[in-house]
């Protein structure tokens, strides 16, 4: 049996419109879903929407519709985020999907069996945008949420709370038993302090919201859109695929990907309620940073917004997944600039990638007939270079340091790039005697090539499998076994491609 890999995105609020953020954060999963399955692991990548918010009631009313078809349009938009920035996910989940429904209130009864349920009185500042409350000390000056910047309003109700202070001890227990359990170290450091400076117990369901999960026990309060938008990770598995149980194939997460703003949910209240359910926790969250222009959050809110969808237009997903990868050290903050992304995409993909193929298949076609010698032994040096890649590139993805990952696999690239101009096969080809180093030069570059686009393949899947294609090797065959050096298919023909990264003067004219 091969090993499981259960990864998640946060679902995405439905109201929100899909900014560089959003694409951020499935484009990392998605990289590391793909990096996962190329190792041959039986990999579920899942994500989709939360949608139980009073804000879709307000805006759906505006609108003239019922909050129902107010959320299909924007669900809509999210699945199509999905597919424009190339995620293989395997399924989209949305919280008005009736079996997820019917899970959360299963699960608040097993929170209820617990016994760390009870009902009072909740009297708080609460931000309608974020679906939260705020302690005095954490709003700004006039009882502004910090996050939009627009004033809170004061609620005053009888709910449902989970006595998360009960849960400090168990929490700051898992912590320490697995440093790596949230990353990076930062974010670690700043949830576990919210939990050493005390927890207060959470109200978990609303009264006189319609929409929302009913409470089981109590249908005139409904779930707190939290409870209710947590729990999809457990739901999914559920009802993803019809008769099968991917509960007991695939919980707990192996991976929670996710945005520094959402830190206290995932790793305070998020373990501190399956702990309550008794479910298994998460094996690891992974927090990232955000994505800024000219140094603010691109956020809807702060009026700052980056649409990804001209730049993917313009340069091809391939180029924004590799320069976000490549720009954004995962977990931390990253700048993201048009001036930047152009550098890299004309220096990067298309002089250092886009032209070495195309040399490549150029001179192979040219000075032995397209088809790639076999190889004849003596690059050991080469073969070590691309065999420490393969190591870095796992290394690196285990620790989730991709961009680091990226610069190990880029730095075969470059290499590859000195070889052609080292041993000049263009001279190599005017003297027979010389036809051997020809050879093996024509072959190393080949091979190289070949596996530099296997472990560029989660980052670049749509130009690796056209560089494997032109190679003639088999586009569909990506797994890391294949990398090793001498593991492609002998006595390959090529067969040139049209640009990989097409000049932007072209692409303008
Ligand atoms: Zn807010």
Same mark, same amino acid.
């Given at each position: 049996m091969p090993e499981t890999f259960f990864i998640t995105t946060p679902i995405y609020y439905v109201n929100a419109e899909p900014h560089i953020g959003h694409a951020y954060t499935t484009i990392m999963a998605d990289l590391v879903a793909r990096h996962h399955r190329q190792r041959g692991e039986d990999v579920f990548f899942l994500t989709?929407?939360?949608? *139980?918010?009073?804000?879709?009631?307000?805006?759906?009313?505006?609108?003239?519709?019922? !909050?129902?078809? *107010?959320?299909?349009?924007?669900a809509d938009r999210f699945r199509e985020l999905g597919r424009v920035v190339g995620a293989t996910t395997d399924f989209f989940i949305r919280t008005t999907d009736r079996e997820h429904v019917e899970g959360v209130q299963r699960v608040m009864e097993r929170l =209820?069996?617990?016994?760390?349920?009870?009902?009072?009185?909740?009297?708080? #500042?609460?931000?309608?945008?974020?679906?939260? &409350?705020?302690?005095?000390s954490e709003l700004l000056e006039g009882h502004v949420c910090p996050i939009h910047n627009r004033p809170v309003? %004061?609620?005053?109700?009888? /709910? %449902?709370?989970?006595?998360?202070?009960?849960?400090?001890?168990?929490?700051?227990?898992?912590?320490?038993?697995? @440093?790596? %359990?949230?990353? !990076?170290?930062?974010?670690?450091?700043?949830?576990?302090?919210?939990?050493?400076?005390?927890?207060?117990? +959470?109200?978990?369901?609303?009264?006189g919201v319609d929409w929302g999960v009913r409470v089981p026990w109590d249908p005139d309060q409904t779930v707190y859109v939290w409870v209710d938008a947590l729990f999809n990770y457990y739901t999914a598995l559920e009802y993803a695929r019809p008769g099968e149980d991917l509960v007991a194939r695939f919980w707990p997460p192996t991976l929670q990907v996710m945005a520094k703003d959402i830190l206290k949910f995932h790793a305070v209240i998020w373990p501190a309620l399956l702990m309550?359910?008794?479910?298994?926790? @998460?094996?690891?969250?992974?927090? *990232?940073?955000?994505?800024?222009?000219?140094?603010?959050?691109?956020?809807?809110?702060?009026?700052?917004?980056?649409? !990804?969808? @001209?730049?993917?237009?313009?340069?091809?997903?391939?180029?924004?997944?590799?320069?976000?990868?490549?720009?954004?050290? &995962?977990?931390?903050?990253?700048?993201?600039?048009?001036?930047?992304?152009?550098?890299?995409?004309?220096?990067?993909?298309?002089?250092?990638?886009? /032209?070495?193929?195309n040399r490549v298949v150029s001179m192979i076609g040219r000075y032995r007939d397209g088809v790639v010698p076999a190889d004849p032994g003596g690059d050991d040096e080469l073969a070590g270079e691309v065999a420490a890649a393969v190591e870095a590139t796992l290394a690196g993805?285990?620790?989730?340091?991709?961009?680091?990952?990226?610069?190990?696999? #880029?730095?075969?690239?470059?290499?590859? /790039?000195? +070889?052609?101009?080292q041993r000049a096969p %263009?001279?190599?080809?005017?003297? !027979?005697?010389?036809?051997?180093?020809?050879?093996?030069? +024509? &072959?190393?570059?080949?091979?190289?090539?070949?596996?530099?686009?296997?472990?560029?393949w989660p980052v670049i899947p749509g130009s690796a499998e056209r560089i494997l294609s032109s190679l003639g090797q088999d586009a569909a065959d990506?797994?890391?076994? =294949?990398?090793? #050096?001498?593991?492609?298919r002998g006595g390959a023909r090529v067969a040139p491609t049209g640009p990989l990264f097409p000049r932007i003067e072209e692409k303008v004219a």
């Open positions: 989709g929407t939360d949608e *139980h918010s009073s804000n879709v009631v307000r805006l759906a009313a505006e609108a003239g519709r019922t !909050p129902r078809e *107010h959320a299909d349009l924007n =209820r069996e617990s016994g760390d349920i009870y009902r009072g009185a909740y009297a708080g #500042w609460y931000c309608t945008s974020c679906e939260r &409350f705020y302690l005095d309003d %004061w609620v005053e109700e009888e /709910n %449902w709370f989970f006595r998360l202070s009960a849960y400090s001890d168990r929490l700051l227990a898992r912590y320490d038993e697995d @440093p790596g %359990w949230v990353l !990076p170290a930062a974010r670690r450091n700043e949830a576990r302090r919210m939990i050493e400076d005390g927890l207060e117990d +959470l109200s978990i369901s609303r009264a309550a359910a008794r479910l298994e926790l @998460p094996r690891r969250l992974m927090i *990232h940073g955000y994505v800024l222009k000219g140094g603010e959050k691109m956020s809807k809110t702060t009026g700052n917004v980056v649409d !990804p969808f @001209p730049f993917i237009a313009e340069y091809g997903i391939d180029a924004l997944r590799y320069y976000l990868a490549r720009e954004v050290r &995962f977990g931390e903050d990253g700048t993201f600039t048009a001036e930047g992304f152009e550098a890299r995409y004309s220096q990067e993909l298309g002089n250092e990638l886009g /032209n070495l193929l993805y285990d620790r989730l340091d991709i961009s680091r990952a990226l610069e190990d696999q #880029w730095r075969l690239v470059q290499r590859l /790039n000195r +070889l052609v101009e %263009w001279t190599l080809a005017k003297d !027979p005697a010389r036809a051997g180093e020809l050879d093996q030069t +024509l &072959f190393s570059l080949a091979e190289g090539l070949r596996a530099a686009a296997i472990l560029l990506v797994a890391i076994a =294949r990398a090793a #050096w001498g593991a492609g």
